[in-house]
Every structure is written in C-alpha cells, then in structure tokens.
C-alpha cells in the first residue's frame, strides 16, 4: 500500500501562517518522535527546492559543521 507523504504533509500544512509552522518545525524537533522525520524531511525538501543556489551551500554548510560537533 503506497500512502503520498509529501502530498498529505504539503495538503496539511499549505494554509499555515508563518508563526503556525514555526510551531509545526519547533514542536516535531522538541518532540524527538520518529514518526514526525518524514514530515520534517518533505519540509526540508520544500525548502531546498525553493532555494538558490548560495542558499543551499549555506545549508550544506551549516549542516556539515553541525554534524562534526557531535
């Protein structure tokens, strides 16, 4: 059974206001539930796609640099 993730995320959170998927980002990290990466992850594609090229190499890079720290 194939269930569209990134369409059942983008169709509940299309309406949002800023400080509503503020909460949405803050509130899915602070819980540490494994079921809410999937939707974290369809977020972080949306972003990327919507992103410059500068953009995305500052996201790398803050990527990288956060992961050697742990």
Known sequence: ???DIR???IHN???M???ELQ??????????EEKLLPG???LFEVIWKN???EERQEMIETLRQSLSKQ
């Open 1 to 3: 059974m194939n269930f």
């Open 7 to 9: 369409g059942a995320v």
């Open 13 to 15: 959170i299309h309406n």
């Open 17 to 19: 206001n800023e400080e």
């Open 23 to 32: 909460e949405l980002v803050v509130d899915s990290i602070q819980q540490r």
């Open 40 to 42: 974290l992850g369809v």
């Open 51 to 53: 992103s410059t090229e």
